[in-house]
């Protein structure tokens, strides 16, 4: 079964500049997660989304990143404009029932962010 | 939303047993507790989740008693290759659906011969 896909794998920028981070879900996996992980902290979750509705954004910093799940599959997470103290690991997760308690959910290889 | 705490770091030895404990007061009654492991340059992966008494799957144990207010994982036999963060959460239910899966700083989890 492949599992979560992400790209790209790292990416360097300027502060003030934009940046996109793609992520392709485990095929029929309803839920999908973007969290960002700074270096030596846990992963923080920035939006969670089920199938193509948002469910918790509670933490997305709105004034910059945007998130969207085009219908209920790949999503696309942005950041603009990037500031420095963003840089960090962006994952994507996602997982299979929404109606489960079952709490696991399958995490990609991430995006890693430098902005210089 | 409960929060969780666990011990930022732990040493052991290969071959010995591993537990890790977790404390989290303020569980609600519909929340699961689920371990995830990571390694550097990964994203985390699901290890083991429980609702109470004990759970056992191929890699852990996780002991939860009658109050449900901590939770130990077990690691059976560790080696090298177990040095890794190993975070406790406290899965919440969603009004929309789904579980909003919180991370907090994790265990960091050193393996020495």
């Known amino acids: 079964e492949a599992g979560v896909a992400q790209s790209p794998r790292y990416k360097i920028i300027e502060k003030r500049q934009s940046v996109a981070f793609w992520c392709n879900p485990i095929s029929g996996h309803a839920t999908l997660y973007w969290y960002q992980q700074i270096l030596g902290q846990g992963p923080k979750l920035l939006i969670q989304?089920?199938?193509?509705?948002?469910?918790?954004d509670s933490q997305l910093p709105k004034d910059r990143f945007s998130a969207e799940r085009l219908k209920g599959v790949d999503s696309t997470l942005k950041i603009q404009p990037a500031k420095l103290e963003d840089s960090a690991v962006y994952l994507c997760?996602?997982?299979?029932?929404?109606?489960?308690?079952?709490?696991?959910?399958?995490f990609g290889q991430g995006t890693r962010l430098t902005v210089v | 939303l409960a929060k969780t705490t666990q011990p930022i770091s732990m040493d052991s030895y290969e071959g010995q047993e591993v537990n890790i404990t977790c404390s989290h007061n303020?569980?609600?009654?519909?929340?699961?507790i689920t371990w995830y492991q990571q390694f550097p340059s990964q994203g985390p992966r699901f290890i083991i989740q429980?609702?109470?008494t004990k759970v056992t799957n191929e890699v852990a144990s996780l002991f939860i008693p009658a109050d449900r207010k901590s939770s130990t994982l077990s690691l059976p036999r560790v080696s090298l290759s177990d040095t890794a963060v190993y975070y406790c959460?406290?899965?919440?239910?969603?009004?929309?659906?789904?579980?909003?899966?919180?991370f907090g700083t994790g265990t960091q989890l050193k393996v020495e011969l």
């Open positions: 997760a996602s997982s299979l029932d929404p109606h489960s308690m079952n709490t696991e959910a399958f």
């Open positions: 429980g609702y109470k």
């Open positions: 989304f089920q199938n193509n509705g948002v469910v918790d």
């Open positions: 303020n569980i609600a009654t519909n929340d699961y």
């Open positions: 959460l406290v899965g919440e239910r969603l009004t929309g659906g789904g579980n909003k899966l919180t």
